[in-house]
């Protein structure tokens, strides 16, 4: 592009991000070998899950953990850590 | 905000989501999704190069609150401006928080760390320590502890121990600065947030280092980040304490410690460590946990 | 307004203290102090109310804690000097990049080694890439109305780039001069307030700083623009500056240059001295004339081509030295020259390096030896006050 074809900017041409939060919506599900899987007949409802994944991918909600699948990316912490083997971990079908 | 007393008073909701490109089982990652949860939305997150540097990715962020990452050397005085800016503008009710890795803070980053430090600037400076220069690999750094293999400290012919280095004493070095400071554990959430509690409510500076469990570079399955984080405080080579106005406090007491070869063992940089350098690293760890039990409740530095 | 004999280290001050700066990170070098000094004594005496004046443990952390404060949207000065220049190198770039518009002040002086505290402009030029908007005064009112205008620049939507106003040390900086003090009142009129909209607040989350992929070059290719508009205001600013103050700046310093056949170019407090020595030589029937550099980044290429249309023969007199390379703005001139119809003949002159005082008997033997080249048709590269030959 000739120099003179650049157009300025003003504010979208500043290197910040001013959407807080919205990596939310990106996809890691394909860094997984495993997924994790809630068992609510055995949960005691302790939220060490939900405290201690890194990625934020479970939400604690009245009824218990909610697993959210795009964030996870499977380092079964949450499995390993759960007192009461509410968590478990299927191996990725692909 | 009042002392949490369990896990269940953990507040639920998450200013750190996920979807960033930091390893799975990222422990500093953790660290900061639950400092933030005591932090709230009203915080400025100084970052120094690092691994959580990764953690936005243009143009996404998991961050809701503010983020600035300057350089690698100087996020405690980039804090400082930010704070010194806010106090221009009046703002009162915003966090300004450091969170910077081992080799930003104990290395390269000391000077701009102890000027801020000494000037009891409003800041929280918390130190994920993954005891090397994680994001270019894991090389060595003044927080790797003894015998731990790294890419610029290997094991080799010459050399069994890896790094033979006996890492800096950072607690009792922010403590003379007549700060609050503080070691935290990922295991131990309860107690951390406690501490980020405390240092929140200071009209000064304070220092907490929170062991920044990392699979990758610590060579481990990523599933046993809060089992290798428990075992670092229960084998007293992660005591949990704190230095408030120079005198200690242990927060998590043993009878006895365990020893440290189960939590060597999980890991692959310190898996080939040849028994003379355990023995050594055990006398080490003794060494300092007696240290710690004699000026428990005392004047420390 | 008031006149007072000031130095230049108090020029700097006394702009920042017009403008009313939010925050001041400071550090001590030599020939710099005497500003930051300045500024602490004027906050210890109340002259400063709204400004907070800290003390950094060092030139690095002054420009790290300057981007923190700019990142929350504040305004902020400071003033350094050779090796702390160089040690803010590194941040230097990141304050440019994340488009924040500080105003610095640098008092130009030769770097190590050998040591030496008296002025060149290497310290300076080093930083042309980085990105800053760069000035270079010739007295002690220029370095006052340059800071002035520097944040009406800086923090100007179109350009949204730190600002860096250079001073030669000494010559300028410890030598007093009149000043005239403009008044709050007009300061006020002259500088609007500062509303950005790319930094943080309390109830706007941003991310500053985040590493990018592909986008990199996008987000040079912007500063670049940002960087050429500066010379579209730079230009507009003087009328309002001139309204007000009743002084204005040309973005290029033309003296004599009208029917001059030989040019001398310059930068800095030399060019006062030189400006004496081409009156003499008009005398004496010499058409010479003098362009003085003033704004270095921005390039204002075109301007200096422009004035130098019709003349016949240019010394490019560099205060500063790329070791193998030679003085460093020989070859912007050159390259800028290159494409204009009229293509002079350019002699290089090295001059003044640590501090070397240039008389005007040096500008006049400068000026002869230029002539003499023209006489030839052989361009010279000369390097001036060698003693070890």
Redesign the interface.
């Known amino acids: 592009m000739r120099e003179e074809e650049l157009s300025y900017k003003g504010i979208h041409g500043i290197p910040v991000i001013l959407e807080p939060g919205n990596a939310a919506r990106v996809d890691r599900s394909s860094w997984r070998l495993v997924r994790p899987v809630y068992n609510k007949d055995k949960c005691t409802m302790c939220k060490i899950c939900y405290t201690y994944c890194p990625d934020s991918a479970i939400a604690w909600t009245k009824e218990g953990p909610v697993i959210n699948l795009t964030s996870c990316k499977g380092c079964m912490i949450c499995v390993e850590e759960c007192p009461t083997n509410a968590m478990t971990q299927e191996k990725e079908s692909s | 905000m009042q002392p949490i007393k369990n ?2 008073d ?1 507040p ?1 909701f ?7 490109s ?6 500093p ?2 660290g900061l ?2 400092a933030l949860k005591v932090l709230g ?2 915080t ?1 997150i ?1 970052n120094s190069a690092g691994c959580m ?2 953690l ?16 690698i ?2 996020a405690a ?13 009046g ?1 009162k ?2 966090n300004v928080v450091v969170y910077a890795g081992d080799g930003a803070t104990y290395d390269i980053g000391f ?2 760390l ?2 801020t430090a000494i ?1 009891n600037e409003r800041v929280i400076y918390i130190c994920y320590n993954n005891q090397a220069y994680g994001n270019t690999g894991f090389q060595c750094t003044t927080a790797t502890p003894y015998g731990s293999d790294t890419k610029t400290t290997p094991r080799g012919k010459e050399n069994p121990i890896g790094n033979t280095t006996i890492h800096k004493d950072m607690l009792k070095l922010m403590g003379v600065h007549r700060v609050y400071c503080a070691t935290a554990s ?1 295991a131990y ?1 309860v107690d951390f947030l406690n501490k980020i509690n405390k240092a929140k409510e200071r009209d000064g500076f304070s220092y907490i280092e929170l062991l920044g469990t990392c ?1 990758t570079g610590w060579n481990f ?7 290798i984080s428990r075992l670092a405080v229960r084998c007293g080579m992660w005591p949990l304490y704190e230095i408030d106005d120079r005198k200690l406090s242990l927060n998590k007491e043993f009878k006895e410690l365990k020893p440290v070869d189960e939590y060597l063992q999980l890991q692959g940089r310190y898996k080939q460590l040849p028994p003379d350098g355990v023995i050594k690293l055990q006398s080490l760890v003794n060494e300092h946990w007696a240290e710690l039990n004699e000026f428990n409740e005392k004047r420390y530095v | 307004m008031k006149h007072l004999l000031i130095t230049g280290n108090e020029a700097a001050a006394w702009g920042a203290r017009l403008i009313k700066p939010h925050f001041i990170p400071t550090f001590p070098i030599t020939p710099q102090t005497e500003c930051i000094e300045t500024l602490a004594r004027w906050k210890v005496e109340g002259d400063l109310p709204d400004t907070d004046f800290e003390r950094m443990e060092s030139e690095h952390s002054v420009m790290s804690a300057a981007i923190g404060a700019a990142a929350v949207g504040v305004r902020v000065f400071t003033a350094t000097s050779s090796q702390g220049l160089m040690l803010m190198h590194e941040v230097l770039y990141i304050a440019s990049g994340m488009r924040l518009p500080i105003v610095m002040v640098n008092i130009s002086r030769g770097l190590s080694a050998p040591v030496t505290l008296w002025s060149d402009h290497n310290d300076f030029l080093d930083q042309r890439d980085s990105g800053w908007i760069m000035f270079h005064a010739e007295n002690n009112q220029e370095v006052l109305d340059m800071v002035l205008q520097g944040y009406r620049i800086a923090e100007d939507p179109r350009v949204l780039l730190p600002v860096m106003v250079n001073m030669d040390g000494y010559v300028l900086s410890f030598t007093d001069e009149p000043v005239i003090i403009p008044s709050y009142e007009d300061v006020k009129q002259f500088l609007p307030a500062y509303d950005p909209q790319h930094t943080i607040t309390s109830d706007r989350p941003v991310t500053v700083g985040p590493p990018v992929m592909d986008e990199y070059t996008d987000y040079k290719a912007q500063m670049h623009l940002a960087s050429r508009n500066a010379l579209t205001v730079l230009d507009e600013v003087q009328n309002d500056f001139e309204k007000i103050f009743g002084r204005r700046y040309h973005t290029v310093d033309e003296f004599m240059l009208d029917d001059a056949e030989l040019v001398l170019i310059t930068q800095g407090s030399m060019s006062t001295t030189a400006k004496a020595a081409i009156l003499e030589m008009r005398e004496e029937g010499i058409k010479v004339g003098l362009l003085r550099l003033r704004v270095i980044r921005p390039w204002p290429g075109e301007i200096i081509c422009k004035a130098l249309q019709n003349v016949k023969a240019i010394a490019v007199i560099d205060r500063n030295i790329a070791p193998g390379k030679g003085g460093i703005m020989l070859p912007e001139i050159v390259e800028s020259l290159y494409h204009s119809i009229n293509r002079p003949l350019v002699s290089g002159f090295i001059v003044g390096l640590g501090g070397k005082p240039q008389t005007e008997a040096k500008i006049k033997e400068i000026t002869h030896k230029l002539a003499n080249d023209l006489a030839s048709g052989r361009p010279r590269i000369e390097w001036n006050d060698v003693e070890v030959s």
Do not use: Q
């Open positions: 896990i269940k953990i639920e998450d200013l750190l989501t996920g979807g960033s930091v390893c799975a089982g990222c422990g990652s953790m999704k639950l939305p009203k400025i100084i540097t990764l936005p990715l243009f143009p996404n962020t998991p961050l809701k609150v503010s983020w600035i990452h300057n350089a050397e100087n005085t980039t804090a400082a401006g930010a704070r010194h800016g806010l106090d221009a503008l703002i009710d915003m000077a701009s102890s000027a000037k990922l959430p699979a399955d990523p599933r046993y980040t809060i089992k």
